[in-house]
């Protein structure tokens, strides 16, 4: 079974500019989740997507948001970049039922210069 | 972190002895799971204790939880040079996962 896929692995955006990340999950995982990994504040959640719903939502600004296809694959949208938005952006997916594991990506390393 | 603090935060041990990292967390929990992670790269998971399990095994690795005190441990016996890693413990809470900061674990060969 093939892995969590993550595209691009790396990315170097400007102050100001937007950015899509995208995610497409083990096949039969219907939920999908994102999280923000950085030195200062670890690894923090962002996102949930099951059926192509939010179904749950961490404490981040409006300028991140995301969405899930029909075929589960997903995408994470920031918009107006900051400095602070570098990071290495996880995705991870899951059966979505209680007691089921995460199976992570490898993540997009984003750079804002 | 949004959720939790792990400790310590860095642990050096020779090969062959074993390792033990902590886990504190703020909320209920339906359970909390273990995840390793290589420099960079995804985490892989470890393993998962439901808050009625006080202990769970896998090969190398054992898990306590203590829901009274919020808190769990992490064991993994014998280490092996490939142990080296970041491990992170993660409670769910309804599909809502919280990460501790994370333990970096190097195993001297």
């Known amino acids: 079974k093939a892995g969590v896929t993550q595209t691009p692995r790396y990315l170097i955006k400007t102050r100001g500019q937007q950015v899509t990340l995208s995610c497409s999950p083990i096949?039969?995982?219907?939920?999908v989740s994102w999280y923000q990994q950085t030195p200062g504040q670890g690894l923090q959640f962002l996102f949930e997507?099951?059926?192509?719903?939010?179904?749950n939502k961490g404490n981040f600004p409006g300028r991140f948001s995301g969405r899930q296809f029909s075929n589960s694959r997903s995408e994470m949208n920031v918009s107006t970049l900051e400095l602070g938005d570098s990071a290495l952006y996880l995705c991870?997916?899951?059966?979505?039922?209680?007691?089921?594991?995460?199976?992570f990506g490898n993540g997009t390393r984003l750079t804002v210069t | 972190s949004q959720q939790g603090e792990e400790d310590p935060q860095a642990l050096s041990i020779q090969e062959g002895e074993n390792a033990t990292m902590n886990c504190s967390y703020k909320?209920?929990?339906?359970?909390l799971q273990w995840y390793r992670q290589n420099s960079g790269r995804g985490l892989v998971h470890l393993i998962l204790?439901?808050?009625?399990?006080r202990e769970k095994h896998s090969g190398r690795l054992r898990v306590t939880l203590d829901t009274s005190k919020k808190s769990s441990s992490l064991l993994i016996t014998a280490s092996r040079a490939a142990d080296t890693a970041s491990y992170f413990c993660?409670?769910?809470?309804?599909?809502?996962?919280?990460f501790g900061s994370g333990t970096k674990l190097n195993v001297k060969p």
């Open positions: 991870a997916s899951s059966l979505g039922r209680g007691d089921s594991p995460l199976h």
């Open positions: 096949s039969g995982h219907r939920s």
């Open positions: 997507y099951f059926s192509e719903t939010q179904r």
């Open positions: 909320t209920s929990i339906n359970n």
């Open positions: 204790i439901r808050s009625n399990e």
């Open positions: 993660a409670t769910d809470n309804f599909n809502k996962f919280y």
